[in-house]
């Protein structure tokens, strides 16, 4: 029997050292059919000269311009044929058999539009990572975390996670993607640039009556921050601005009404924390992206140009899985709940 096709596709802008530092590891994988791209947002160092030298059999797409995350994949998986997409960070080692593993899970299921697998930080291998951990989840409030990492805090992998279970998202630094599923959603809502995309495609997906998954005997290392650092006020500012964009276009209208209002005095305060803790940059950048919301919630500014609608074909939470009912920001400052497991009493 013929295995699905798997086409790994990396975005990459100026990033020749993470290829050079974590394309071996994906060029030794052992899934046997496969392909590898590089979608390249116009970089500038020398990264495609560099693949062009050592790695000839690598397919490049070239987009037109840095466009972005959202974009830059976008326009990049439109020159790619395959039965899943992979979405790697350029900035993740894997390891050898962890594509197996998810495509059996997702061919089990063919309701399974996305999936991940556990991502460990590579910097200290026993840790979560921030940016996936055991699969994705969000609070009653819109807020994001993870199995093993809520808030800024990160657990040690002691196989506490190591089930294959629904999540809410998977993370866009190893997200396998369902090809067709991808461009009947027409891919990542492109106005995030980035922060949120695989979020948000993930619960348009769940709308539509797809499933999110993660695997847990599968595991990746992401670096993190490859592109910005989580203290960068640029990072922060997309963060602060797409969580608001994303649950205004996703919730159902009768729960923004009481929602947005509370979201915005909560990001206020975390405004506030910043600047009053010395992170001043930090805190105005969280203020820059309340006011770069309600900018796009009066405007739409930036969705025309992308010819992108702007709010998805359904909306909703009741079917989603992978949803927390209480608050993470009430239950780790206030009652000290730091881990996932302690959140949810399993």
Sequence with gaps: MTLPHVAIAILNFNGKKYLEAYLPSVMAGTYPNKSIWVIDNQSTDDSLAFLLAEYPTINVVVNKG????????????????????????????????????????????????????????????ELFEYAGAGGGTMDALGYPFCRGRVLETLEKDEGQYDDTAPIFWASGACMFARAAVYRQLGGMYEFYYMQN?????????????????????????????????????????????NNLVMNTRNMPTGRLLWLLPLRIALDTVAALRYIFTGKANIGWAV????????????????????????????????????????????????????????????
């Design 66 to 125: 840095n466009i972005g995350f959202a974009a830059g994949y976008n326009q990049g998986l439109k020159e790619i044929n395959a039965d899943y997409y992979l979405l790697l960070n350029s900035d993740v080692e894997v390891t050898a058999g962890f594509i197996d593993p998810v495509i059996a899970l997702m061919e089990s299921d063919q309701s399974i539009a996305f999936a991940q697998p556990k991502v460990r930080w590579l910097r200290n291998r």
């Design 197 to 241: 995309e695989e979020i948000d495609l993930c619960w348009r997906a769940q709308n539509l009556g797809y499933k999110i998954f993660v695997c847990g005997n599968s595991t990746v290392y992401h670096l993190g921050g490859g592109s910005l650092e989580w203290t960068n006020p640029r990072k922060t500012f997309f963060t602060f601005r």
């Design 287 to 346: 203020f820059r992206g309340i006011f770069a919301y309600l900018k796009w919630l009066i405007t739409g500014a930036g969705s025309d140009n992308m010819k992108q609608a702007k709010w998805p074909v359904k909306r909703g939470l009741k079917k989603c899985s992978g949803v927390f009912k209480g608050s993470i920001v009430w239950n780790y400052f206030m009652k000290k709940k730091r881990t996932y497991n302690e959140l949810v009493k399993r």
